[in-house]
């Protein structure tokens, strides 16, 4: 990992240390509080504190316990006093525990437990050019707690030894050990930050550095943004493992300035966001947003996941066209529209004739083509009698080829003629016939495969009344209302 010099540091942030410094400073004032010993004066009462956050605090009425460790290095070391004490927790990775403020600082770190006991001191460091600015990195434990000493170095040679002391546990400044986030906004910093080898660090033509990484997990198809409060800094976003980022953006410290704002398309998943600054030595305390907006309709087709059964197609919405046969629901409906093998707009399960279309003749709607009806038609020419009738002629009209069947109910046998290729089937047999009231005169008009005619005449006294035509199923003589 490539590191920042800390006297470059110093130099680039006694700005920030001095204004941190004055705000608390100011506040304390304000609140009207007296600066008393505080409650972190002793190692077995650290001061939890976040990672990856900037803390600030006064030391001035800070001792040391009797049994402290004070001397860094041994007893050649500097001597601290003035310590006040932290906790923060191990995440499995790297910690750079860095300081800064107007104080010549002595910096150490201990497993957390008994810290008057030399085994349980991890390391320490110093600074006695006045600036503040001293730092220790260690690899962590996962699940293993840290103690920080953090006090002014009164050894011969030190400034200041009492003042704001600023200092920062950073634990994100690697990739592979990012901090995760939600939605909202969190103060962080990227003091101390440097940059992973291999690390990509470029966007709009800009080069930037001090990078710290942050991991947010996507719920949802949907657009996620991501802002820093950093002028002069860079935002990226990165899809889980990949080595490139699907975007960035940079901010502007122009006339009109604005820190970056990056918005990008996500799935479901993990995504890492790195947050840079474009000037070596710009190390700052920042605002960090993250937002995301669930796309509600994520194949566009006008209908949102609250009722689309495929959001991820658009041919599949309510109100789709379902196709018949093939195995998906476009409609939503619930089930696949069956099919319909013949394209006669009868789907199969109730088709009888499924491979068949029988679009251009099926008044009945079954799938299966009507069949063919005898066209026919009589004419019967009587003259009245005392009880009845005496008929002059009988003519049936029909199809040439017709088989023609008439009988009588009494007082006439049963006749069949063949229609003649002129259409016409007489029964001379008829003629000058006397029928009396009562009597039924019955016509059976037949083609082989065809749906046959039947018709009737009752005798009265002196006149005949002919009944509605009915039609006779192929290969019955069974008159029936409807044949289909």
Known sequence: MTRIDGRTRAIRHRRLGALLAATVVALLSLAGTALAAPFNDDWASPQGVPLNVYWVQDNSTATVRSDELDQCGGSTGPVLDHSVWYRIPGTGGPITVGTTGPVDIVLAVYVDGDASDPANNLRCNYNSDGSGYTSITFNSVAGQRYLIQIGGCISSGCGASTGQLGHISLANDTRAFPETVGTGTATRANIYAGTDSGESLACSGATYKQTVWFRYSAPAVGRLTVTSSVLDGAVAVYPGPAPSPIGCAIGSAGSSPSGPRLSVNVAPGDYLIQ???????????????VEFVENRDVDGD????????????????????DIPGNGIDEDCSGADAPPDTDGDGIVDPADRCPTQNASRRDANHDGCLDLLSVSADTSLRAVPTGGGIRILSLTVTAPQGARVRVTCSRGCRTTTHTATRKGRATFPGLHNKALGSGTKVRIYITISGRIGRYFQYTITRGNFRKSRAQCLPPGSLKPRASCL
Do not use: M, Q
Request: overall charge negative.
């Open 275 to 289: 947050v840079g600054t474009l000037s070596t030595g710009s190390a700052n305390v920042f605002s960090l947003g």
């Open 302 to 321: 006008g209908e949102t996941k609250d009722t689309d059964c495929n959001d991820a197609n658009p041919a599949i919405h309510h109100g789709a066209v």
